[in-house]
């Protein structure tokens, strides 16, 4: 049957793309965490590196810290951006500036948010300003240290940034899709506001609150810009220890790079399957159809 | 039900306000020449950052064009490539389904320096190193996850009856897709495209890796800005990327509007 | 339908052409040291050369990009291309090439120093030894002198060529600091009068390492460092007591101790905002620069120890692959030029040291770099150099800057 090859025809362009280009780039990648990179004179395969980055006592910090900024970061913007996108939705002005301003953060590459977070929160940002001049401080130090700290608020809050109108934009589209008729056959039929959200609405709104949320904490467990601009000294992020290994001028600790990307994906790719897992047990246990 | 709507407008305009009143200091920021604590507003203006970047000598303006023609290029052949993916992914079932959706999260999830070399030499082998079309190439792989993941929930969405609504009344598959399908999905591909287009336009290590410094684009001039802490210079830079970025979105969605009135006789 | 490919068409073409222009090749087999230098020249004319290097200074960029671009243009007819590139993304692009062989690269010239060097040179990126070829390399500097011969403890070679010179300097606001810490003494009992308001970058950053080189030479002298081996062991013994010394200053440190700013841009801004009492530089004349672009306040001074700093020099590179050979040599030349390092030594146009021997200029060279009006808040010349320590072998600052890592900033003690 043809059409049993139809789907997989359809995936084949940009499969290609994926394939071809990016896993040939992951190999080499693989190779060097094994040590192999001839390049620079490693020739042999071993579990040297990963076993001493495993096992180093730092490691362990790095790894709860990641998955704690992670999590709290998308989680957040997760819950604020379903409700941003809601309460644009319910505010009906889907005209007017209002509908693209809030958009604007998602156009804002990350490492400029950091430069804003930094702006807006450091001992000397403009909200310390603020506080000072309404005299609720009087010294800058009496701002807390929201940059650089073992808490990850700085990080935490520029994800948010980024993460908030990026949900609410995925979420406002499937929303403005939904047919009308259906909220309103659902009034009609005395249903109330919430239960229409949570009844109709939020099941199917589901699987692309499902992606984005994969997709912002995908890219907050891997990407190294804003922990690097803004993250404490100690414990550092896996993404920022894997970039400062990349950088280091002496090639032979390359290895040791790969080997932290690789764990961060590995993690990545666990934790991502284990959501979509649990949010399809959830959505299918709220399935009204 | 009036009074939930004060909450909702009123949790909103508090969430744009936070979301926006940031970039309002970018804006001051790219203006500034002294702001000292605990000044509110900075002691000194200056124009020093917008003067560099409209110097002609830093052909800022030519890479301006030439970071819109290339993310332009690459928004459109990802849709090209995702549409039927997303299809695919949204409508049909088959076998490794789930596989073919965690694949396609992959460049998302690895992160891109893990990849670099091995991309850079296969495009040297290819004789792609150091050209346009490689770095259109190489783009692809970001901006891929974004917009089959958005067009996939479209398609969950919006599904085939209507499709097979239109066949059965005699629509040939093109007729079916540019007159049914497209406009439905409008709305959902006006995202994807801006994110792809968002997520391209941003692209800084893979650019230079495989564009060698032969394709510079916007963010090869404002990042060792951010980086050397020049607030000043990367405010300026970065106003420039915001604003290229959001004329470039209504352009966009001026386009996909006019094909909405084009088509409307059947999505109202 | 036809729509769409028409765009995608018509944005083709046109980006095309933004990028078309910028394709130079000109290949030739035959060996450039063999040619004379006129033959270069001649051959380096209506071509283009790329300069590859950091662009995180507008003013550097702008010295680039109008005084040398226009210069090259106007004298040899060679059109200057500069592209904004860390130093950590052009190696691993030429790693890249160097492992499929490429032969035709697209950089010409890299600006480099210390560890990248000696990770450029061990790994073969480089074209080789070329300074003898360059006419003002023979005329102005000195060929024997530690500063050309070393970068960072590793043998030149000819390799690079000198293009500037940098000296670590610490800054501070005079209106608000009294007393000027000429030793690392002097520094704690700062710190200490003045909580919360010292600090500096954490390595592996550039500066802060800087900084806590300069401390241990301080503290245990420079001497023992310049033929040490990379022993982790051994360094850490002769280091010992300059760690010491930070774990006590750390208390007094902003925030603690407990973390730190992880880039020198995040202190300079720190210090611009008031946060700090000082910051630091690798580049001495850094102050004066951030004082006319309004940055720092009118009252910032530059300081160094009494027992001095460290400082480098920094070099341009020509890759294993240079596309274009003679105006890469003919520009790298041009920068050796009074002229050039003139123009570029005037904190108006950068503010960076110069390289040519002082002994090789006549008179009335001389007289341009006298006349050359150094900026606010600066230390003069003379001062600078007798006041100079060299770097440490590059392959044992990586080490010492674990070692920090290891011990200042965990916690818990």
Redesign the interface.
């Known amino acids: 049957m043809l059409k ?1 090859f ?6 084949a ?3 290609f ?3 071809g ?9 693989f190779f ?1 965490s094994l040590g192999y990179f ?3 004179g490693l020739k042999e395969f071993t579990l040297r590196y990963y076993k001493e980055v495993l096992t180093d006592i730092g490691f362990l910090d790095s790894l709860k810290f990641t998955l704690y900024t992670s999590f709290v970061s998308s989680t957040l913007a997760l819950i ?1 951006g379903v ?2 996108a ?3 939705f ?2 009906k002005s889907r005209k007017g500036v ?1 509908y ?13 948010a ?7 929160l ?5 909200l ?3 506080l ?2 309404l005299g609720i401080i009087s010294e ?2 009496q701002f807390p ?1 929201l940059i ?3 808490n990850g608020i700085g990080i935490i809050i520029s994800y948010l ?1 980024k993460g ?2 990026f949900i609410a ?2 979420v406002y ?2 929303l ?3 047919n009308d008729k259906l909220t309103d056959a659902a009034l009609n039929l005395g249903a109330n ?1 919430r239960q229409v959200f949570w009844k109709i609405l939020l099941p ?1 709104l589901m ?2 609150i499902l ?2 949320y ?2 912002i904490f ?2 907050s ?4 810009e804003i922990p ?2 803004l ?4 414990p550092k992020l896996l ?1 920022v220890k ?3 290994e ?6 032979s600790h390359r290895p040791y ?2 080997v932290i ?2 764990v ?2 590995s993690y ?2 666990i934790l ?2 284990f959501y ?1 897992k649990t949010f399809k047990l959830f959505s299918k246990f709220d399935e009204i159809s | 039900m009036k009074k939930n709507n004060y909450i909702f407008k009123i949790t909103m305009y508090l969430l744009i306000f936070l979301l926006i009143s940031p970039l309002v200091i970018l804006v001051i920021w790219s203006f500034v020449r002294i702001w000292p604590w605990p000044n509110l507003l900075p002691r000194d203006y200056g124009l020093r950052g917008f003067k560099h970047v409209l110097d002609p000598s830093t052909k800022s303006l030519r890479v301006l064009f030439l970071s819109v023609g290339l993310s332009s290029l690459v928004t459109l052949c990802t849709l090209l490539i995702s549409i039927p993916a997303a299809k695919a992914l949204g409508v049909y079932e088959f076998r490794g389904k789930g596989f073919f959706k965690m694949l396609i999260l992959a460049p998302i999830i690895v992160p891109p320096v893990a990849v670099a070399m091995g991309i850079h030499i296969a495009f040297i082998k290819l004789g792609l190193a150091n050209t346009f079309l490689g770095v259109v190439f190489v783009h692809l792989v970001p901006c891929i996850p974004y917009a089959v993941r958005i067009l996939t929930n479209v398609f969950e969405i919006i599904g085939e009856s209507m499709e097979m609504q239109a066949r059965v009344l005699g629509a040939s598959p093109l007729q079916t897709f540019i007159k049914i399908t497209l406009p439905l999905m409008a709305p959902g591909l006006l995202s994807a495209g801006s994110l792809v287009f968002i997520v391209s336009l941003s692209q800084y290590f893979l650019t230079f890796l495989i564009g060698g410094g032969r394709i510079i684009t916007l963010p090869m001039l404002m990042f060792p800005y951010i980086q050397s802490g020049d607030r000043m210079m990367a405010s300026t830079y970065s106003i420039i990327f915001i604003v290229t970025a959001l004329i470039m979105l209504l352009i966009m969605e001026r386009i996909v509007r006019n094909y909405y009135k084009e088509q409307n006789y059947f999505y109202i | 339908m036809k729509k769409i490919v028409t765009i995608a068409l018509l944005i083709c073409i046109f980006t095309l052409n933004l990028t078309a222009c910028s394709d130079s090749s000109n290949k030739e087999e035959e060996n450039v040291l063999e040619k004379n230098w006129e033959a270069i020249t001649e051959d380096a004319k209506g071509t283009t050369v790329n300069f590859y290097g950091w662009g995180g200074d507008q003013k550097t960029n702008s010295w680039l990009d109008n005084f040398v671009a226009r210069r090259l243009k106007e004298e040899y007819d060679i059109t200057f291309n500069r592209i904004p590139m860390n130093i950590d993304d052009i190696l691993n692009k030429l790693l890249g090439e160097k492992q499929v062989e490429v032969k035709n690269g697209t950089i010409d010239i890299v600006w480099i120093n210390g560890e990248n060097f000696y990770t450029a040179k061990k790994n073969d990126l480089l074209f080789g030894s070329f300074t003898d070829k360059l006419p003002n390399f023979k005329k102005y500097i000195d060929g024997d002198s530690l500063e050309v011969k070393y970068d960072f403890g590793f043998k030149v070679e000819g390799y690079e060529a000198p293009y500037g010179k940098a000296q670590f300097v610490m800054i501070y606001d005079k209106a608000k600091l009294n007393m000027v810490p000429r030793n690392h003494g002097e520094l704690l009992e700062m710190a200490k009068n003045n909580p919360g308001k010292f600090t500096y970058p954490a390595p592996p950053d550039f500066t802060g390492s800087a900084f806590v080189r300069n401390i241990i030479y301080d503290i245990v002298g420079h001497e023992k460092f310049l033929n040490m081996e990379a022993d982790k062991e051994k360094i850490e013994r002769e280091i010992a007591p300059a760690i010491e010394f930070l774990k006590e200053l750390k208390p007094y440190l902003w925030k603690e101790g407990k973390t730190y700013p992880s880039t020198n841009a995040q202190l300079d801004n720190m210090y611009s905002d008031n946060e700090v009492l000082m910051t630091m530089s690798y580049n001495p004349n850094y102050v004066s620069a951030k004082i006319q672009t309004g940055e720092f306040p009118k009252t910032s001074n530059a300081l160094i120890f009494d027992k001095g700093t460290i400082g480098n020099t920094h070099f341009l590179t020509i890759p294993y692959n240079a596309p274009n050979l003679d105006s890469a040599l003919v520009a790298i030349n041009f920068i050796l030029s009074v002229e050039a390092q003139s123009s570029k030594y005037d904190p108006e146009n950068w503010g960076d040291l110069p390289v040519l021997d002082n002994r090789k200029l006549n008179e009335e060279e001389k007289k341009i770099f006298e006349n050359v009006e150094l900026g606010k808040g600066t230390i003069a010349q003379d001062i600078l150099l007798d006041h100079r320590v060299p770097e440490m072998p590059a392959n044992i600052i990586p080490i010492i800057e674990e070692i920090w890592q290891e011990n200042i900033p965990v916690e818990g003690e």
């Not at chain 1, 693209?100 to 400029?112: A, D, E, F």
């Not at chain 1, 950091?114 to 807006?120: E, K, W």
């Not at chain 1, 450091?122 to 403009?126: A, K, L, V």
């Open positions: 049993k139809k789907p997989y025809v359809m995936l362009p940009v499969m793309i994926i394939l280009i990016f896993t040939m780039g992951l190999a080499l990648g060097q001839p390049a620079v604020i409700l941003l809601y309460s644009i319910q505010s209002l693209t301003i809030y958009k604007l953060p998602v156009i804002v590459p990350h490492s400029i950091a430069l804003l977070v930094f702006n807006v450091t001992q000397s940002g403009i310390a300003r603020v000072f001049y800058q130090t240290s650089f700290d073992q940034w908030i109108p934009m995925t589209t499937v403005s899709n939904i506001r199917l699987p692309s992606s984005s994969i997709i995908a890219f467990f891997g990407a190294f690097y601009l993250g404490p000294t100690s993404p894997a970039y400062i990349y950088i280091n001028p002496d090639l790079s790969m990307n690789m961060l994906a990545s790719l991502v399957w979509s």
